[in-house]
């Protein structure tokens, strides 16, 4: 399709390396035609229903949008997110697969497969706002970022980064509900729940910290990023 070549190699500047790593694609501006298309493999609506791919009418959830793959830990697509190539007021900007039995938007941490070895090595991990955030992070060369899926953060996210990281860095916009840090005892919380602020406590040992706007450690984690995402394009990279 022209519109979503467009939309992504040139106003999202993808290149052919980071579509396939991130199992980049396109979903039809049509009604039904991943529906007619899986029935014909022999998939039923309950089937389709369950994966999450169908609307309440049936027809196709995902239409007229970039799709990039939810992947588990193990490369295994589990759902998608999709964002609209043609702006619609009508429309959400982003849609995610709904909860199923494969997604959990609880658990499920956005470029996790593809980040894993980067925050092993690093011994670090940083968590930014948006999948597409990651999708270019990981092109500008700065790979050991992730994004949950959607949803708030939770303590499974968390503990899910500690088995890999010492470190995790929060890179959110100031009025993200999220991580935050008490530096002078180092203990990481989340908002609004404070027997969740204890359970993470535990869990991070006071390795979370939110990095807000202005902060000097900025130059560790998003700067670092902005910094990529400025050479890779003095580079030319499409």
Not at 73 to 99: H, M
Not at 117 to 127: G, L, M, N, T
Not at 169 to 195: K, M
Not at 210 to 216: C, N, R, V, Y
Request: net charge positive; proline share 3%; with cysteine.
């Amino acid at each position: 399709n022209p519109a979503a070549l467009e939309y992504a190699v040139k106003k999202r500047r993808l290149n052919r390396q980071t579509i396939g790593d991130f199992v980049i694609g396109y979903a039809p501006d049509q009604g039904d035609a991943l529906t007619k298309a899986l029935e014909k493999r022999g998939f039923s609506r309950r089937e389709l229903a369950d994966a999450g791919l169908v609307n309440r009418f049936g027809g196709d959830l995902f239409r007229g949008r970039m799709m990039v793959a939810l992947s588990d830990s193990s490369g295994e697509v589990v759902g998608f997110t999709g964002r609209i190539i043609r702006d619609d007021p009508r429309a959400p900007k982003y849609l995610n697969t709904p909860q199923t039995l494969l997604f959990d938007k609880s658990r499920h941490i956005f470029g996790l497969y593809q980040a894993k070895e980067a925050i092993r090595k690093s011994d670090a991990a940083v968590i930014v706002e948006g999948n597409l955030d990651v999708v270019s992070s990981h092109q500008a060369g700065v790979k050991n970022v992730v994004a949950t899926a959607g949803t708030a953060m939770t303590l499974q996210h968390l503990k899910a980064l500690s088995r890999l990281a010492g470190r995790i860095r929060v890179a959110f916009d100031g009025d993200r509900a999220g991580v935050s840090t008490d530096q002078g005892r180092g203990r990481g919380h989340l908002h609004g729940c404070r027997e969740m602020e204890r359970q993470a406590e535990n869990t991070l040992d006071g390795s979370a910290e939110k990095i807000a706007p202005g902060d000097p450690r900025r130059g560790s984690s998003w700067k670092e990023i902005q910094r990529a995402y400025r050479g890779r394009a003095e580079e030319g990279v499409r």
